[in-house]
T-cell receptor
Framework: DTGVSQDPRHKITKRGQNVTFRCDPISEHNRLYWYRQTLGQGPEFLTYFQNEAQLEKSRLLSDRFSAERPKGSFSTLEIQRTEQGDSAMYLC?????????????FGSGTRLTVV | AQSVTQLDSQVPVFEEAPVELRCNYSSSVSVYLFWYVQYPNQGLQLLLKYLSGSTLVKGINGFEAEFNKSQTSFHLRKPSVHISDTAEYFCAVSVNTGNQFYFGTGTSLTVIP
């Protein structure tokens, strides 16, 4: 297993365009998380899935953001009508949740720059 | 609600010197505590975690942390740092459901040769 993979690593887009990021978690992990990290800050929770079900969304996740995890495998995060404030590193993480708390395995992130 | 405070945004230290990175948290419920390291342009890597049991936790790369419930702290320590320890370090807390982590703002550790 190669860990959590995110694609693309970098994305530059014009304001108003739509972008989509992909995350491939560790195959046996049932939970998948999306976080956003802006410069000089720690990661902030956006949403998470258990298998294919999206169980929680942060209020940071405006209606321009949508995430899916079809078939409980990879996940996509789409941002519509991007704004400059969306520029950040988008981190995906996965874990095998068994009822307690385990550390995540993070991917390397997708850095989004909105110009 | 949970929150994490990392008191030092930048910590310079000479190679082979000891280092302590401070982390305090606030929570009205029991928490699990974690330290992550982030190298430039990379994701976060788990250094160590406290779930229960012994309050002194040992992690990778020679790091350790001590959970102090009365002071609501989880400071990270290393007795002798190496150049390769230069990175951003994040403290995080999670409540028992493991739904999400709350991260501090990070401490940038710079090891000086």
């Amino acid at each position: 297993d190669t860990g959590v993979s995110q694609d693309p690593r970098h994305k530059i887009t014009k304001r108003g365009q739509n972008v989509t990021f992909r995350c491939d978690p560790i195959s046996e992990h049932n939970r998948l998380y999306w976080y956003r990290q802006t410069l000089g800050q720690g990661p902030e929770f956006l949403t998470y899935f258990q298998n294919e079900a999206q169980l929680e969304k942060s209020r940071l996740l405006s209606d321009r953001f949508s995430a899916e995890r079809p078939k409980g495998s990879f996940s996509t995060l789409e941002i519509q009508r991007t704004e400059q404030g969306d520029s950040a590193m988008y981190l995906c993480a996965s874990s095998q949740w068994t009822g307690g708390a385990e550390g995540y395995t993070f991917g390397s992130g997708t850095r989004l720059t909105v110009v | 609600a949970q929150s994490v405070t990392q008191l030092d945004s930048q910590v310079p230290v000479f190679e082979e010197a000891p280092v302590e990175l401070r982390c305090n948290y606030s929570s009205s419920v029991s928490v699990y505590l974690f330290w992550y390291v982030q190298y430039p342009n990379q994701g976060l890597q788990l250094l160590l975690k406290y779930l229960s049991g012994s309050t002194l936790v040992k992690g990778i790369n020679g790091f350790e942390a001590e959970f102090n419930k009365s002071q609501t702290s989880f400071h990270l320590r290393k007795p002798s740092v190496h150049i390769s320890d230069t990175a951003e370090y994040f403290c995080a807390v999670s409540v028992n459901t493991g739904n999400q982590f709350y991260f501090g703002t990070g401490t940038s550790l710079t090891v000086i040769p």
